[in-house]
């Protein structure tokens, strides 16, 4: 049997140092880390972005399938995709977490590892935090900060009409992903001598368990001089993500069917469940890829990049939000994407 360690055994100020202990720093604007009443950072005449996530347990992970070492990386990268939206370098993160008695020390040193994991991956300092206890579940809150070289900073509300839409990677994956998982738990719980059979599936499976953030991206538009004039992180699903920079911007939009970037793996594994690839891209939510408008002008330099596909372009409000199918059609693009309010 495996050790278990309770929380009590240390207390708060023990564990947080049990945590902690091996920090090392960085960045160099990271001026003070953990161990005092606040952390410090100096971004050198830079300019600060600052964002915040939350995840709770049931309602945006499922422990059932949810190794907490992917947890606590997945925790670090949704938070630094969204400094990434902003055409921002994330450099620190504060994470704070609420647990249960059910929880040992043993599972929240394999939630840190894949914190560390992360941060290490992407270059980002741990500087803070806070433990507490929870009544039941886990909860994770996570703050992000970058830095931008002052006014490059992009908001989703400047597009502008005749900008090509941009997206990078695929999508829709991590939404089948979960939709492996969940029917997997579901035989699980009738028979649990009944083994999971994901066998084929670890493509769609990891975009849900370990997704990346998309700071290769950001350098490529950096190094080759281009600057979006509208971005967003995909978290919610692209008709959500693009409606949002629609209505921000005050345009509308046509999208191409056949452009959407879509895997093999993804394609191969909706059919298993009969649905339309092209609906789970559009509605699947937590793919964490960067969609983005830019000048017609730029489109030549994007050609070298073949992690960007360029999906459509920016109209005036009047023409709708609409999307071109295989067939020719035109349709109304709908936000269904994921909604953390919704009656669960």
Known sequence: MSERTEINDLGEFGLIDHLTKNIELQNVSSLLGVGDDAAVIDHFGKQTVVSTDMLVEGVHFDLAYTPLKHLGYKSVIVNLSD?????ATPTQITMSIAFSNRFPIEALEEFYEGVYAACEKYGVDLIGGDTCTSQK????????IGEVTPDTYVKRSTAQKGDLICC???LGAAYVGLLFLEREKG????NPKIQPDLEGESYVIGRLLKPEARK?????LAENNIR??????ISDGLSSEILHICQDSNLG??????????????KRAAFKFEIDPTACALSGGEDYELLFTLSQSDYEKLVLNEQISVIGYMTEASEGTKIITK???LHDITAQGWNAFKNT
Do not use: W
Request: glycine share 10%; aromatic share 10%.
């Open 137 to 144: 579940g886990f909860i994770i809150s996570v703050t992000a």
């Open 228 to 233: 979006p004039t509208a971005m967003m992180d």
């Open 168 to 170: 990078s990677g695929d």
């Open 327 to 329: 067939g020719g059609g």
């Open 187 to 190: 035989i699980y719980l009738e």
């Open 83 to 87: 400094i990434y939206a902003m055409n």
């Open 216 to 220: 290769e991206t950001i350098e490529f």
């Open 253 to 266: 939009c046509r999208l191409y069917e056949e452009k959407i970037p879509i895997a093999e793996e993804m």
